[in-house]
């Protein structure tokens, strides 16, 4: 697949591999391309900040500046596996100085401590690695305006959509700062016109069936909300 992309002349793909971990995920692959970017999701503060510099340094040294970063301020269920729990303003304060301190490590290189060798892995990023994120909520959005570099929204309707790009473009300028870009996840069905692009989506829903789509959504809520089936 990244193959694919990269001799297809696309910018790059999101690894976001879990199980598998993500960043040894783009690592084992980026030899097999030339130009593409891996934007790997990361969590901060699971991986010690100077830790993460050295991995994105060494990254780089073999593949190029070609490494982003995907900042997910965390979900409960994954953090949660490594006995890290936060509430949301917790959560974003510490996504406010990891990725602070992960950046002053990168942009240091990383040295060698072996004695009578002087060898360190420069950095090729001048600013840093870059983040891109999201934040939904006012206090996402602020959060996002502090550290993202590119930020992400669901596509939804097209008012909903300015509303938040304008919301997000305002809160990085209360932080003196701007977007280098901004964009929207979206699904795309590639058929000859848009009759069969049509068919074919409707298609999905049926093949699906309402009882498996009603599954999911509850299992989605219930995930999301924390909330379980009491035993009678």
Partial sequence: MAQTIDQ???????????????????ASVAGFTEKMKFLVAEYAGLTPAKLLAEQALT??????????????????????????????????ALGESYWKEFQEHYT??????????????????????PLWGTGDSAA??????????????????????????GRAQEAAQRHGRQYDDMGALTSVIVRKDQKEAEKAFYQLFEKT????????????????????????
């Fill in 59 to 92: 990254f780089e040294k073999f593949h190029g500046s070609r490494l982003l970063f995907n900042h997910i301020n965390g979900t409960p269920q994954r953090i949660g596996t490594y006995g890290v729990t936060l509430t949301p303003e917790t959560r974003y």
């Fill in 108 to 129: 240091k290189g990383n040295r060698s401590l072996f004695p009578n060798t002087d060898f360190t892995i420069e950095p090729t990023t001048p600013n840093g690695i």
């Fill in 209 to 232: 069936g309402v009882e498996l789509l009603k599954h999911k959504l509850n299992v989605s809520i219930q995930r999301k909300t924390q909330w379980r089936t009491k035993p009678r």
């Fill in 140 to 165: 996402g959005i602020e959060h996002a305006g502090q550290v993202v570099n590119v930020y992400l929204l669901m596509l939804r309707e097209l008012a909903k959509v300015k509303d938040q790009f």
């Fill in 8 to 26: 297809g002349g696309f910018f790059g793909a999101l690894v976001a591999t879990w199980p598998n971990d993500p960043l040894t995920s783009a």
